[in-house]
């Protein structure tokens, strides 16, 4: 079946630092894979998203490259700001279905 | 546009209560999802619906139902309700087609306790 393994949280940075969230999956076919991301008391909002081998997602800062070598879907960010502090969930969606399979989730903090 | 909608917020049930998560969305999406968060866990599909009629099971169905009488609206009832029903709920949609036909469109959540 499908799964997603993200990066164990919490991550706390300080402003400006460089940041990068691992995920890599577990599918059959060739994957959408997403970066959702969870402010306080909020639900989900789509982050970025990619939905071939080696396209990038970008948005707000934030960019992912599909790897289907390494079956990874890395999160950065070159500078951090506090506003970023969240949870930042990875998902997949496989073949003709059309829910997602998500990662547990990590937990970032900014400090300023 | 208001997007998705939940209703409650949060709500307390006691062991063996039975309530309604209403979730209604105006995009004119077909597809509909509930989902669950557990502390620390990412979200599990509880269960889905393709369009008005046809619903579907997910990861977790056990202790749920669902109906889809309309595109707008997409209830999850919980019957007998268990304290392992303590969770958060979100209602999610999707349009099926276009470039943005791979994105889900989340509700703001409800959270439920169950003592």
């Known amino acids: 079946g499908n799964s997603v393994t993200q990066m164990e949280g919490p991550v706390t940075l300080s402003e400006e630092a460089f940041l990068t969230i691992n995920c890599t999956y577990t599918?059959?076919?060739?994957?959408?894979l997403f970066w959702y991301v969870q402010y306080p008391g909020e639900g989900l909002q789509l982050l970025l998203k990619a939905t071939k081998a080696d396209d990038k997602g970008s948005n707000k800062g934030f960019e992912a490259t599909y790897r289907k070598e390494t079956t990874s879907f890395h999160l950065e960010k070159g500078s951090v700001q506090v506003s970023d502090s969240a949870v930042y969930f990875c998902a997949l969606r496989s073949g003709s279905a059309r829910q997602l399979t998500f990662g547990s989730g990590t937990q970032l903090t900014v400090l300023p | 546009n208001a997007g998705v909608t939940q209703t409650p917020k949060f709500r307390i049930l006691k062991i063996g209560q039975s309530m309604t998560l209403q979730c209604t969305q105006d995009?004119?999406?077909?597809?509909m999802y509930w989902y669950r968060q557990d502390p620390g866990m990412g979200l599990k599909l509880i269960y889905y619906?393709?369009?008005?009629?046809?619903?579907d099971k997910g990861e977790v169905p056990n202790g749920y139902n669902v109906s889809r009488s309309t595109t707008e609206d997409f209830p999850l009832r919980l019957e007998l309700a268990a304290p392992s029903q303590t969770s958060v709920y979100f209602c999610?949609?999707?349009?099926?087609?276009?470039?943005?036909?791979?994105?889900?469109?989340f509700g703001p959540g409800t959270r439920l306790t169950v003592l």
């Open positions: 619906s393709v369009g008005a009629g046809i619903t």
């Open positions: 995009m004119n999406h077909n597809y």
């Open positions: 999610a949609s999707s349009y099926v087609r276009g470039e943005d036909g791979d994105t889900q469109y």
């Open positions: 599918a059959t076919g060739y994957p959408s």
